[in-house]
């Protein structure tokens, strides 16, 4: 047996011991789950989450299921619902994982007062949880068009210039119709193809800032290597963003 199937044949192992039945202790079934069973339990809410993800939140201090003898996760009731709470600050309030966890440690403290400050945030700012993947990827021409409300002529100038970019299918995504709304608007203002390449070109180069970031992160011998760098690149796509609005803001001031 090489050693590749021997690692797969021990992953797969670990994932089926981790989602077996709750150990008996002499006092019935305990109340606790499987990782598998609590992203069955939580799906319905949250589509996008998985495993990794669970793991991740673990790595990163926000949960701390207990562990069997064998030392696989076994999440009670009250773990279900602190993930369900993290991914639901994540989906609803934009929330970054650091301040999440100072939520969590505040109410761990009983310290509820502090529930709702945000004092590393800067106000007004993009957030990075915007910056997670469009949940419809699949948008035809013309769907992009009736809900930007858009014309095919103008989408394809935006589709020429590349600032909205179709997968290899010809399909669009919910964030290219927020583009192509935006650029609309901008063209009652007199703002045209011609402005906006600079910014096509602008965003190309920060999104390769935030590869340069994430690329690092993303090749560790980390489990949770891939669910990190995603999220430390949310966080500077979002600071990236959120710096040059402020520049354009203090500019527009002098």
């Not at 939520?103 to 590393?120: F, K, Q």
Request: glycine residues 6%.
């Amino acid at each position: 047996m090489s050693s590749q199937s021997g690692a797969a044949r021990q992953s797969d192992d670990k994932t089926a011991k981790e989602n077996a039945p709750a150990l008996d202790r002499g006092q019935g079934i305990l109340p606790t789950s499987s990782i598998g069973d609590v992203i069955k339990n939580l799906q319905a809410d949250f589509p996008e989450v998985k495993v990794s993800k669970i793991r991740f939140f673990e790595a990163e201090g926000l949960i701390s299921p207990r562990r069997s003898k064998s030392g696989y996760r076994r999440f009670s009731p009250e773990d279900i619902s602190r993930i369900r709470y993290i991914l639901g600050l994540q989906r609803d309030e934009f929330l970054p994982l650091k301040v999440i966890k100072e939520r969590l440690d505040a109410m761990d403290a009983g310290n509820v007062t502090t529930i709702n400050s945000h004092s590393d945030s800067v106000a007004g700012a993009v957030t990075a949880e915007q910056f997670r993947a469009p949940q419809v990827r699949r948008l035809t021409r013309a769907d992009v068009c009736v809900r930007s409300g858009a014309d095919d002529d103008f989408l394809g100038v935006l589709v020429r210039m590349e600032m909205v970019v179709p997968d290899a299918a010809g399909f669009f995504s919910t964030d290219d119709v927020e583009v192509v709304q935006i650029a609309a608007k901008l063209g009652e203002f007199g703002i045209d193809s011609r402005h906006l390449r600079s910014l096509v070109t602008m965003a190309r180069r920060q999104s390769d800032l935030v590869n340069r970031v994430t690329e690092p992160v993303a090749h560790r011998r980390d489990e949770n290597a891939a669910e990190r760098a995603s999220e430390v690149g949310r966080e500077v796509s979002a600071l990236l963003v959120s710096l040059h609005a402020s520049m354009v803001k203090s500019n527009l001031a002098r």
